[in-house]
């Protein structure tokens, strides 16, 4: 059994920052390819960031140079550092895990982000 649980999440004004944390119940961050999902209201779910266990990263084209994602192996947690943050930003985000190895993948409950005047 796998956990993922999101944290970081709320309401934040347009050009503010945040950062969401994601916890794993178990060694998985490390050798897991990790990543970050968003759902805007109203609209598909859709990739944001992803860091496979070699390090290699990948960014949505509309959030490149804003968010940033990293973990730290020690912890099982992977962070996104979301800077100059705009409405269309708003969505609530997942934590997703996954391996091509074994074939699975990990989902966490989300994290609501409002980004609002």
């Known amino acids: 059994q796998v956990q993922l649980v999101e944290s970081g999440g709320g309401l934040v004004q347009p050009g503010g920052s945040l950062r969401l944390s994601c916890a794993a119940s178990r060694s998985l961050v490390s050798f897991y390819t990790m990543g970050w999902y968003r759902q805007p209201p109203g609209k598909q779910r859709e990739l944001v960031a992803a860091?496979?266990?070699?390090?290699?990263?990948n960014y949505a084209d509309s959030v490149k140079g804003r968010f940033s994602i990293s973990r730290d192996n020690a912890k099982n947690t992977v962070y996104l550092q979301m800077n100059s943050l705009k409405p269309e930003d708003t969505a609530v985000y997942s934590c997703?895990?996954?391996?091509?190895?074994?074939?699975?993948?990990?989902w966490g409950k989300g994290t609501l982000v409002t980004v609002s005047s």
């Open positions: 860091i496979t266990s070699g390090g290699s990263t």
């Open positions: 997703n895990a996954r391996s091509t190895v074994y074939a699975v993948e990990y």
